[in-house]
């Protein structure tokens, strides 16, 4: 199936821990995405890459490291995770041209208790 | 700076019965504009998006949405619901000045039930 997929779907961790949420698009995109969606249902960007570069960078804080090994991987590691961490992390894909939008995984619930 | 509000949390029709799902966005100028929606434990689904052109967009599943600018709304609309129907359904924005729809804001969402 040609489609973006993101592993684990679920993540239950305690606070301080380092996680990391792995995503791999077969689509062919050179644009991947990370969103996060948090508790009120807002889904906003937090970053982009393109051909393994990073081209958006919203304010994220420095605990969240996106790592893009080639073109189709986008994995977001996460160091000492707090309880504002817990949302719904999704990953997508595009091609970097006008009007291509992005296809998003299913989301990974990520619970920082 | 750019918003988008869905004014409806939570919308309840029966099946079969009209809906209609309401966007407003805050931008200068006329932006991109999507609807997407999200079924339990999945993605989310591109349903129907505008670039410019026609104000009435045609999108999957029997949806439609209209663009109007001096009301600065976005409404998704279907005459007739199915029980499949069922499912969260978001807004969004995207930026032609960017270049790109890629950088999209999300409202909040409208999560919709259908009653058999």
């Known amino acids: 199936d040609t489609a973006v997929s993101q592993t684990p779907k679920y993540l239950v961790t305690q606070m301080g821990n380092d996680k990391s949420i792995k995503c791999e698009q077969n689509?062919?995109?050179?644009?991947m995405y990370w969103y996060k969606q948090d508790s009120k249902k807002f889904l906003k960007i937090m970053f982009s890459?393109?051909?393994?570069?990073?081209?958006i960078n919203e304010t994220v804080p420095n605990r969240f490291s996106p790592k893009s090994p080639d073109k189709a991987h986008l994995n977001l590691h996460i160091n000492s995770l707090e309880l504002g961490d817990s949302a719904v992390y999704f990953c997508a894909s595009s091609l970097l041209e006008l009007g291509q939008l992005p296809t998003f995984g299913s989301g990974t619930r990520l619970t920082v208790v | 700076a750019q918003s988008v509000t869905q004014p409806d949390i939570h919308i309840t029709v029966s099946e079969g019965a009209s809906l209609e799902l309401r966007c407003n966005y805050s931008y200068g100028a006329t932006p991109y504009l999507f609807w997407y929606v999200q079924s339990p434990g999945q993605g989310l689904q591109l349903l129907l998006k505008y670039f410019s052109g026609d104000t009435l967009v045609q999108g999957i599943k029997g949806f439609e949405a209209e663009f109007k600018r001096s009301q600065s709304s976005f409404n998704l609309r279907k005459p007739s619901v199915h029980w499949s129907d069922a499912a969260e359904y978001f807004c969004?924005?995207?930026?032609?000045?960017?270049?790109?729809?890629?950088?999209?804001?999300f409202g909040s969402g409208t999560q919709l039930t259908v009653l058999p």
């Open positions: 890459y393109n051909n393994k570069e990073l081209i």
């Open positions: 969004a924005v995207g930026y032609p000045g960017s270049g790109s729809a890629r950088q999209l804001t």
């Open positions: 689509l062919g995109h050179d644009t």
